[in-house]
């Protein structure tokens, strides 16, 4: 960190969270987490449903002393508002992404990523 503080840092107007970014997948569909702050590197737990592999990921970046946030559900139309209702221990999901894959605005019977919560 502080390798990285003496490059990038400026003193009051940046802050450098260590994290990853989590990949798995069920039935083909993708899933992306990010892990903030996690004390170690965490592989996807997998599972048998979205909902469970979210869950099992989540609890990873936990146990992780990490907090988990939910990336671009709409990315390869893989994560249903369903599936975030089930999770629990995660406040954070992405609501808007600049890749052109992520499906921000919706479309294929999805609606629109920060419309999936209910908001």
């Avoid at 009051?12 to 260590?18: A, E, G, H, N, Y």
């Avoid at 988990?68 to 975030?84: K, R, S």
Wanted: with cysteine; hydrophobic share 40%; net charge negative.
């Amino acid at each position: 960190m502080e390798g990285l503080n003496a490059l990038f840092g400026a003193d009051q107007r940046f802050l450098i969270i260590p994290g990853e970014e989590i990949t798995d997948a069920v039935g083909g569909k993708p899933l992306h987490i990010n892990g903030l702050a996690v004390t170690r590197l965490v592989p996807p737990q997998g599972g048998a449903t979205i909902a469970e592999a979210l869950q099992r990921d989540i609890d990873a970046i936990r146990a992780a002393d990490g907090v988990p946030h939910l990336n671009h559900p709409n990315f390869g139309w893989a994560v249903t508002a369903a599936d975030i209702a089930r999770v629990r221990n995660d406040r954070l999901f992405e609501i808007f992404n600049g890749h052109p894959m992520v499906n921000n605005v919706g479309g294929g019977g999805m609606p629109q990523g920060w419309r999936r919560c209910g908001t």
